[in-house]
């Protein structure tokens, strides 16, 4: 009997303790929603749109935008945790990832929308991925091998100059052999307005947030159930005792580096998809706000890294809900400061070594 009551109130604690992360995140995307719904009609006047219709879409936008911003942050985080770089090239790979998506699909004749044929839909899309995640996967092992793996040991400040460096000729090179404009993208998803119960979303928007969900349970089932996620969560505790262990450093963190870049080629696909251009220098923005969320969620953590990415898309979408989308920027970062002031390590601020 005592036994039993003793451990009530502990089940109890551990069940609420289990509770607060879903709560908090709930109410956040609660108080979110609310906020774009009050905001909607600012700039159109209330007599002229809905404002629960136009909050529930920036809202969709929101969590869209974000999950890009998401898949390219754990790159930067995986990079982070396995061996404390901060790969600024990174932002450049999911650049080079929209260009290689505009190729595949530009060589495969499509110039639209595929509609009315679902099998073709799908095999042209999915090999669209492949394609961008493996090349990208493959640039991003080249990148690890020849200019970080020879500076492993090197103090600091050097790895940081290389990787600025990759970032400047990834984009050069995508300046000179292939355009220096606007590219376009073919948008070969059809977009027609989808109904979910009291929920009307576009089909990219429902895309878009199925495929950055999946992939991001996918990548945390691999770091904590396979036995190469183990071998990179050891590695990023302790290199030197993980390779006493057997395990092979140098392949595993060249791994890290192909699924970062993958993921970042995965985004890169997803940026043509949506909003249907690329250009050159779109990388620098995206790898600039997708390393901030990397910070904002907490460095070397990949949940966090994904939630930092979806606050910046929510930041940014609510600025341009109040008419004030020149100061997103200004807002992601101010956010950012005032994170890092009341807790250093980021809102989760757990390692990605932390986690094995």
């Known amino acids: 009997m005592t036994t039993a009551v003793q451990g009530t109130p502990a089940s109890r604690v551990g069940l609420d303790r289990r509770l607060v992360a ?50 390219i942050a754990l790159g930067y985080t995986m990079v ?3 061996i404390e770089l901060i790969n600024f090239a990174h932002g450049e790979v999911f650049m080079v990832g929209s260009f290689v998506a505009w190729f595949t699909l530009t060589t495969l004749g499509f110039s639209g929308p595929i509609s009315g044929n679902l099998p073709l839909l799908v095999v042209v899309v999915a090999f669209t991925f492949i394609v961008s995640m493996a090349v990208m996967g493959v640039v991003g092992v080249i990148i690890e091998r020849f200019a970080y793996r020879p500076l492993r040991n090197a103090p600091r400040l050097a790895p940081l100059i290389t990787a600025i460096g990759v970032s400047f000729i990834l984009q050069n090179l995508v300046f000179v052999i292939i355009s220096n404009s606007i590219v376009t993208v073919p948008q070969v998803i059809p977009n027609p307005v989808l109904s979910i119960g009291p929920i009307s979303i576009r089909a990219i928007n429902l895309f878009v947030i199925l495929l950055t969900l999946g992939l991001m349970v996918a990548l945390h089932l691999f770091l904590g159930k396979t036995t190469l996620g183990r071998a990179m969560r050891s590695t990023a505790i302790d290199r030197d005792a993980a390779q006493i262990m057997g395990v092979n450093i140098n392949s595993t963190i060249a791994l890290t580096f192909f699924i970062g870049s993958a993921l970042a080629g995965a985004a890169g696909v997803v940026q043509g998809l949506y909003f249907g251009v690329t250009v050159f220098n779109i990388g620098f923005q995206a790898g600039l706000k997708a390393f901030t969320a990397a910070v904002l969620g907490g460095i070397g953590n990949t949940t966090g890294a994904a939630l930092g990415g979806f606050v910046i898309g929510f930041i940014e979408v609510l600025s341009s809900v109040y008419g004030v989308g020149r100061w997103a920027e200004a807002a992601v970062f101010g956010t950012l400061v005032l994170v890092l002031v009341f807790r250093p390590t980021g809102i989760l601020g757990q390692q990605l070594a932390d986690r094995a």
């Open 22 to 71: 879903p709560l908090v995140l709930i109410g956040a995307l609660v108080v979110a929603y609310l906020l774009m719904v009050a905001g909607s009609c600012t700039t159109t006047g209330v007599g002229n749109c809905d404002k629960w219709a136009q909050g529930q879409d920036q809202f969709i936008n929101a969590l869209t935008i974000g999950g890009i911003y998401a898949l």
């Open 80 to 82: 982070y945790g396995i």
